[in-house]
Structure formats: C-alpha cells, structure tokens
C-alpha cells in the first residue's frame, strides 16, 4: 500500500528524496480522511519553511487543513497540475498528486521519520 | 410540497412586459431630462418580469420546501438553534424601536438609548465582565473586535506580540480571527478528556504570546474545569484569556466567565439570546472585557450622565469603529425582550433545560452511536459514525436520511478531533415530544446502517431535491443564472 521508498511524517505527509530536494506530498490516510478535495493553497516558489510548520493548506468539503512541512527547507517547485485539479490528490496521491518540491536544508532530520511499515503500523495504532 | 414538480427558477418564469404593479396615469407633464448626466445602468438584462400571483406562489413554494426552527428541532452543535418567541419580534416592531432613524439627535432617542444601556447591563451581569461594547454584528465580527482590543492594549505597551493559541477543537473562525488580526496562530493540543492539555498550554505560553481563545464549554459540550490554571499559565506571562461566548447557552445565569478570569469574550445574541439566526435575521456579537481593556472599546460609547444617554466618540485609545452606527440596534432589543422576560431564575431554567435535553439525546443514542469522548457534557454532545463505518456508512448518509424523517440533521464533521463527528445540540426549547421523534429517528437510522446500508447512502429520498453533488458545488459553483 504505502511506497517502500517514502518517508512518512505522523502528521501524514510523505516526501521522496532525490538528491539534495525532497517532493512532499499527503499519503493515502490524509486523503481518505479528509474525503473529497477541492482546493489547493500552494505557497510561493522560494519561500522558506522550518520543520513542522504549515507549509500549504487543502480543503475538502469537510474541513480545511494545513499542511506541515516534515523537514526545513525552501520551496523550489509546486504542483500547479493539483491547483488545477485538486483531485489528483484523491485519485493518486503518492505520485501525480504531489504537492510541492522542496530544497532539504538537513538532511539529518529525515532521521526522524518513518519508514513505510513503521508507518503502516502508526495507521493501526489510530483509533480510526 | 413533497414529490411536487420541481420549482423553476423566478428567471425561467418571466416572460417580457409583465408586472406585478399598476401605476395611476400621468397627469402632470413629463420631465424627461430630470435624469441628464447621472450615470444609469443599462447592461441589467434579463430581469424578471412576472405577475403578483406568480411571484407570491413562487417563494411560498420554495420557502414550503425549506426546513426552519418553527417547523422543528434544529440540533445543530454549538449553533444554538433555539425557538424564538414571537412576542420578541412583536416588539421590536415597534415603530418607536423599529423606524428609528439612526441619525437623530440624541435628545429623540433617549429611550432607544436606555435600552441599549440597560440590556449592556444585564449582559454585564450575566457575564461578570466590566465593560461592553454592542457594535459587533455577529460572533466571528466579536471575536475580531476582541482580538484587536487585545493587539491594541499589548501594542500600547509598546509590543504587539506575535502569537495567539487556540485549541484543537476550536470553531473554525477563532484562528481566522487571530490571522486577520495579524498574529500567528499556535495549536494547543487536547487531553484524553477532550479540554486543554495543561502541560501543553504552559509548554506554548512565552511573552511572545498575546492571548489564549477558548470555547467553555468547549466544543465537545465539555466544560473547560481548568479554566482558572489556564487563565493564570496565559496571565503568568501577560497574555490575556479570551472566551468564545458560543456556548453561553449551557452557562448563563450558573456561572460567570468574568469570575473564572476571562478577560475578554463575546457574547451571540442570536444564539443564546434567542433572537433569529441563519437567514432569519442579522446577528449580533457583542463584546465584554475586563476594565484593562476598556480604554480600547470601539466607538462610540454609551454614557448615561444624570439621566441623560449620550453616545460618545471621544476615546482617545479606541480601536475606532468596527460598524456603522450603533450595532444591530433591533436584534439588542429582541435579546433584551428575552432576557427581561426570562429574568433570572428563568435564565437558569433555560440553560438547565438545555442540559439536560442534552444528556436526554446522549444517555438514549449511547451504545448506538460512538462517543469518542465519555467526559461528562453540558449542552450539546458529539457521537461519531465509527460503529457505522463497518456498514459503509458514514455522518454524511445518517445527516442526509434523517432529512427523510423530516429532521434537521446536527452539525457534522466537527469539531475536527472527533472524526466523523455529530455535533448535536437540542437546546432547551424542544420538548419531550420532539426530543423523542429525534431519538427514534437516530435510532432507526442506526438499524438501517446495518440491515439495509443502501438506504442511508443513496438517502434523501423523500425530500424536494436529493442528494446533492456537494463536490462538484464547490469545486465549479454556479453563482449567477445565466441564459
């Protein structure tokens, strides 16, 4: 189910590494929670983002969330394809419906997240 | 009007040259060039034109298909959609109270006046708080005029401060409000018994935070019993307590946030104070503080001086205005009508009623529905779908098929903690009767989860439209008829 080559934050994100840049995206959890998504708030191309803080915004019919970046970083692309068509996130949101690009300031606090199963088994642990 | 052909739109019933008037014939000379030179608008096109029978059958129908406080209960959490007394409406109807011209001199309106002042009073009281402004025209306008109070004392003190904390089962608008207010806005977590994390609030709490915002009780129903060691974590460091006066409805005339060291909180008339909300009537919201931040109330200002009201606009420190001229003057005096009517013991009463509809509604759908949270509750409780999930059932399918008991369905999918919430709040104004029609609705729909699920998803049924395609409204709203 969950990419074997994400990392995965407990606020239920996931970011793919490539080279010194990380894509970050919510996983399959985040999006069936928060049901059918229909606005996109991406934040400028070269702003900068410390660990845990919002970092863009999604609204579904339900509510509307922030979106916490797991590690520090600039923003050096976003996904203008989801603000188009914000249900890419919904229909494949570990891959076509990634959020933004970031530039990893350390690379070390990708320590502390999880990996695939370890997160699978945080998911169990939920009560919902 | 149920199963009735669908009602068209007023526009697609026009048709050209009808009216739903009758002019006398003129019988002076025309002036045609009375209008020269002022800009007219001519691009309106497509305007309906219809008959007087037409018009007054068109929105009978709608409004038949409609559901309203008058036809039933209305439990939408933390909203506090009471029944309003139609007497209050009588009075404010009044041609001295209701055709008051806002701009007459004081000396006219002394007993319009003398009501604001009086109901100012009674708020105070009922509250404990010291000073009070009736200018904010609905809740989330109070808790604005509320956090620039706060930003404007903190910036007299020659620093504005840059963080406001807000709970994780805040209403929506709280962080909204710090934001427009130009602060940052940090998550204080929830403990098991759903009230604030003690040990986290102090954790967050620095001189760089201006103020805390919470709901008592909060929006779980769940009184906030810490109130006083988390007014004195936020005081310790000079920040200020703000209260959502949401749910004033399970407190008024028990308890007093002033006396559990609240510093600043709105009040919504149109929730407690029974005065219509939701379409039937402007809000009102307004605003009560401790004497610290008196200085910095909104002008202007209600002075009585030996029998004599005076509306003053010379405060020096006042935020300024947030409204033109004096609030909602008509819904103030519909609350005041209450209030007067109510007086104190049935203060009480009321807000004892609504607790116990309340715990009525919970003790009878218990073990049906989930409660995420066991905590005790006041005035509204929050059940979740989890035991309907199983079915493939979720709040959305219960809210949609109690419309086809001819219900109201609660408030749904908040607060945010509680996943796949119904938020319900009776209110003190449903009977026995009515509570009971609830419950079995609730119950009802809880056997047809699991016997016949399909029913609830593809519900309503019976209703003037079904189910709506809510995604697709708010991905592509249509706003504006057009051709």
């Known amino acids: 189910m969950y990419p074997e080559n994400l990392y995965y934050s407990q606020d239920h994100e996931w970011l793919k590494i490539e080279g010194e840049e990380a894509i970050l995206g919510i996983t399959d959890f985040a999006q069936k929670q928060l049901g059918d998504i229909i606005f996109v708030d991406l934040p400028a191309v070269g702003k900068t983002v410390e660990a845990h803080q919002a970092i863009a915004t999604v609204e579904s019919v339900k509510s509307v969330s922030d ?24 229909r494949d949101p570990h891959g076509q419906g990634w959020i933004l690009r970031l530039k990893i300031k350390d690379k070390s606090e990708l320590n502390k997240l999880m990996k695939a199963g370890d997160y699978e088994k945080f998911l169990e642990g939920l009560e919902h | 009007m149920i199963n009735a052909i669908r009602e068209p739109l007023i526009f697609e019933i026009s048709s050209p040259g009808k009216t739903a008037f009758k002019v006398p014939a003129l019988d002076v000379p025309e002036k045609k060039d009375l ?11 497509n305007f309906p034109e219809v008959s007087e029978p037409e018009i007054a059958r068109h929105f009978t129908r709608l409004s038949q298909a409609n559901y309203c406080v008058d036809l039933g209960i209305y439990p939408l959490g933390s909203c506090t959609m009471k029944y309003n007394p139609k007497i209050n409406e009588k009075i404010a109807s009044l041609p001295g109270l209701a055709q008051a011209h806002p701009l007459a001199p004081e000396e006219l309106v002394q007993g319009n006046l003398e009501l604001m002042k009086m109901l100012e009073k009674l708020l105070l009281e009922i509250t404990g708080m010291e000073a009070i402004t009736l200018q904010p025209a609905a809740g989330a306008h109070g808790e604005l005029t509320g956090m620039m109070l706060i930003r404007a004392y903190h910036q007299a003190q020659g620093n504005p401060r840059k963080y406001v904390l807000i709970p994780d089962s805040a209403h929506g608008t709280n962080p909204s409000s710090a934001h427009i207010c130009g602060y940052t806005v940090k998550e204080v977590k929830s403990n098991e018994r759903g009230t604030v994390s003690l040990e986290d609030l102090a954790r967050l709490m620095d001189e760089d935070v201006a103020a805390l915002m919470v709901t008592n009780p909060n929006t779980l129903g769940v009184f906030e019993s810490d109130i006083c060691q988390i007014a004195d974590i936020v005081h310790s460091r000079g920040g200020f307590l703000y209260m959502d006066g949401a749910n004033l409805n399970a407190l008024a005339g028990i308890t007093r946030p002033g006396d559990l060291k609240v510093d600043v909180m709105h009040l919504n008339l149109h929730k407690t104070f029974s005065t219509p909300h939701g379409g039937g009537g402007p809000g009102a919201g307004p605003v ?37 001229f004096y609030g909602q003057f008509l819904v103030a005096v519909k609350a005041l009508a209450y209030i007067l009517n109510l007086g104190p013991a049935g203060l009480k009463e009321m807000v004892e009623t609504a607790v116990l509809n309340s715990n009525y509604l919970r003790k009878n759908l218990e073990g049906l529905y989930e409660l995420k949270y066991d905590t005790p509750t006041l005035h509204e409780c929050v059940f ?5 999930k199983d079915y493939g059932v979720t709040n959305l399918d219960i809210s949609k098929r109690l419309l086809d008991y001819g219900l109201h369905p609660p408030t749904m999918s908040f607060p945010l903690i509680v996943h796949g919430a119904l938020m319900i709040e009776p209110t003190e104004t449903e009977s026995r009767r009515d509570l009971d029609l609830f419950i079995e609705a609730m119950k009802a729909i809880a056997r047809e989860a699991k016997e016949n699920p399909e029913v609830l998803r593809t519900a309503p049924h019976i209703t003037y439209v079904r189910r709506l395609d809510e995604v697709q409204a708010a991905r592509n709203p249509v706003l504006r008829w057009e051709k």
């Open chain 2, 288 to 324: 009560a503080v401790k004497k610290i931040l008196e200085p910095f109330l909104p002008v202007p200002v209600i002075e009585e001086k030996v029998g004599f009201y005076h509306l003053n606009y010379q405060r020096p420190q006042s935020i300024g205005r947030v409204r033109s």
């Open chain 2, 35 to 45: 209008l020269a030179g002022v800009p007219l608008r001519t691009d309106i096109e």
């Open chain 2, 384 to 388: 979740s779908d989890k035991y309907q």
């Open chain 1, 67 to 90: 979106i916490y970046s797991p590690v520090a970083g600039e923003v050096v692309q976003v996904n203008q394809e989801v603000a188009q068509t914000p249900e890419l996130i919904n």
